[in-house]
C-alpha cells in the first residue's frame, strides 16, 4: 500500500491532475486484476518510492517520488483501460444485465411515480461504480450510461406513439417525465423529429 499525504503533492503538476483518474471512485468489489507482468511493474514502482523515501531529503526527493507516484498511475490507467477489452465475457454479462434492467425499468406500470433512471440508479443496481460502468460502456459502445438511457427510453417512445392513441403528454407522464416539453424536446434531440411528426409518418 503506498499512502501520499495530499499536502505532499501540492506544487506539482500530480495535485490537479491526479482527480483525472477514474478508477479512484472503483467500489470495493471492482479490484483491479493484474497479469503476474503488470503486478511486477506496480511492484517496482512502489520499491523505488520506498527507496527514495528512505535516503538522506534533498532539493530533488519530492520530484523523483511524485514522478514514481504518476508513472504508477499511467501503468495504472492502461491497465484500468486494458480490462474493457481483455474481460469480454464478464463485460458482456454486464451489458446484458444492463439492458434487461433498462427493459424492466420501462416497461413498470409505476414508472410515472418512479420517474426516469439515473445514471447512479443504474450503476447500483448492476452493484457497479457508475464511473466504471461509463468506462466499460464508452470502451465497448461508444456511448455513455446516460446516452443508453435515453436511447432505451426513445424506443419505448417510439413503440407508444405508433401503437397506442395516448397523446403526446400522456405517454411523456408514463415515460416518467414531470414535463411534456422536456420529452418532446428530447425527442427531437434524438431522432430530428417531434413526437406527432414521428406519430403521423404512421399514417
Sequence with gaps: MVLVHPDF???????GKIKTYEFFDYSVNEALSLSEKEESIVTDIIRNIKQESQVNI?????????????????YAERFYERQFITRKVTNHKILARLEKLLTDY????D????????????ADA?????????????VQTGQSTQ???HDKLIGKAKEKLSTTDLS????????????PQSFSKLFKAKTNQSPLDFRQSFN
Design 111 to 122: 414508472l410515472i411515480r418512479k420517474g426516469l433512471p439515473t445514471v447512479s440508479y443504474i
Design 9 to 15: 503533492l501540492y506544487g506539482t503538476s500530480l495535485a
Design 58 to 74: 534533498d532539493k530533488f526527493s519530492q520530484h523523483i517520488i511524485v514522478a514514481q507516484l504518476e508513472l504508477m498511475l499511467t
Design 168 to 179: 403526446v403528454s400522456e405517454i411523456a407522464y408514463e415515460l416518467g417525465f414531470e414535463h
Design 147 to 149: 446516452q443508453h438511457i
Design 106 to 109: 420501462f416497461n413498470d406500470e
Design 126 to 138: 448492476l452493484n457497479i461504480s457508475s464511473n466504471y460502468l461509463s468506462g466499460l460502456l464508452k
